[in-house]
């Protein structure tokens, strides 16, 4: 197995918790359906997931496994520089020309009007 797919599956499984989609993270990984459920058996026998009230959850290994690889600040960094969420309901219309800041002082200023 691609040490680099059991990592992304792992930080998938860290990052949706109880909220992931076996079919989304088929398309993340790129494999289909029984290389998917071949990957999932993979990290059930090593402990790195684990079934939680029939869903499945990453387990305490699986969380250290990610620690030793270096990759829990990767997932962590967006966190970390303080990335705001987008919030669609505070976006601006579709119907709404967006105009950049001073666009009209460009405009003027390459056609010579003031």
Known sequence: MDKYVLLLALTYFKEKGENYQINELMQIIGFNRNQTDDLISTMI???YIEYQ?????ISGKGLAKLIAENQ???????????????QPEKGVSYEVPYVPVNFQAKIDERYGQQ
Not at 53 to 57: A, G, R, V
Not at 72 to 86: F, P, R, S, T, W
């Open 72 to 86: 829990d600040e990767m997932v962590l960094c967006a966190d970390n520089i303080g990335l705001k969420h987008i």
């Open 45 to 47: 026998d090593k402990g």
């Open 53 to 57: 009230l029939d869903l499945l959850s």
